[in-house]
């Protein structure tokens, strides 16, 4: 993760800053490896994914809150059609 401040302050609010993250996610056994799913060629064989997050972060004298794209992109519904 890295962030840059935006704001300081004495107040309610302590600080602003804008943050970005990435990292990768993996969850599989060694079963997994050695048998993946069937339908899967090459490196997506593989069960690993990337993750990622921008946003603001505020803190105030009651905590921490964060606004960030990635969470949005979770609450948007999942495309309708066929899964290629």
């Known amino acids: ?10 107040g309610a609010i302590y600080g602003i800053d804008v943050f970005g993250a990435t990292g990768v996610y993996a969850v599989a056994t060694k079963e997994d490896l050695r048998d993946p799913p069937s339908g899967y060629t090459g490196a997506a064989q593989v069960p690993i994914d990337l993750t990622y997050n921008l946003g603001l972060r505020f803190e105030t004298y009651v905590g921490g ?20």
Request: avoid cysteine.
């Open 1 to 10: 993760e890295y962030r840059i401040p935006l704001y300081r302050g004495r």
């Open 65 to 84: 809150f964060s606004f960030a794209f990635a969470n949005l992109v979770g609450l948007l519904p999942p495309k309708r059609g066929d899964r290629k």
